[in-house]
């Protein structure tokens, strides 16, 4: 990948961008297979292995420019990274590859979501997301360690719940 910080090297910005783009997508392609093979390997669903250990992996970048912006008192900034580039993983990272996963005329016209119980952990998320208003309100609008704490327990019950769900409803797991 060229420097593009080097003086002179600007020019290669847009080529630069491009090769880091193509290095990101061959490990995300090589990540999820590894997830896939461990998670069949020790006998944990796909999907909770989507919940815990992808979802960790592809917010770890999240983490870290959110802790950067925060130290530098970008409170605002850092929450609203979080919260931005979740909604363009969902409006984005979600629909485009099923759209050219369809639009490929060798594949069928539809994707098959497998998780048993996606409505649920949808309509608990909302849950969730109303719960995280009402405590950062309650908390007076600042990011405090009880914050934190129980954002924490947020995910942890989330994660139960998934991992319950996933275990009692899809038959070949569980009972």
């Not at 530098?72 to 990272?93: K, P, Q, R, T, Y």
């Not at 979501?113 to 998320?125: E, R, T, V």
């Not at 908390?139 to 275990?167: D, H, N």
Request: glycine share 10%; net charge neutral; with cysteine.
């Amino acid at each position: 990948i060229p420097d593009v910080r080097r003086p002179g090297n600007g020019k290669w910005c847009y080529l630069a961008f491009i090769i880091s783009i193509a290095w990101i997508g061959g490990f995300s392609y090589f990540m999820v297979d590894w997830v896939s093979v461990v998670g069949n390997t020790i006998g944990v669903p796909s999907v909770v292995m989507g919940y815990t250990v992808l979802a960790a992996g592809t917010s770890v970048p999240d983490l870290l420019s959110s802790v950067i912006v925060a130290r530098m008192g970008e409170g605002d900034m850092a929450v609203s990274s979080s919260i931005g580039s979740n909604i363009f993983d969902i409006l984005v990272g979600l629909p485009l590859p099923w759209l050219v996963f369809t639009l490929w005329p060798t594949t069928p016209n539809v994707v098959t979501i497998q998780a048993k119980g996606i409505w649920s952990s949808i309509f608990i998320l909302v849950g969730m997301l109303v719960a995280i208003i009402v405590i950062i309100h309650c908390q007076g609008w600042k990011m405090t360690r009880t914050l934190g704490g129980l954002m924490f327990v947020l995910y942890f019950l989330f994660l139960v719940q998934a991992i319950l769900t996933e275990y009692f409803l899809n038959p070949c797991f569980g009972n």
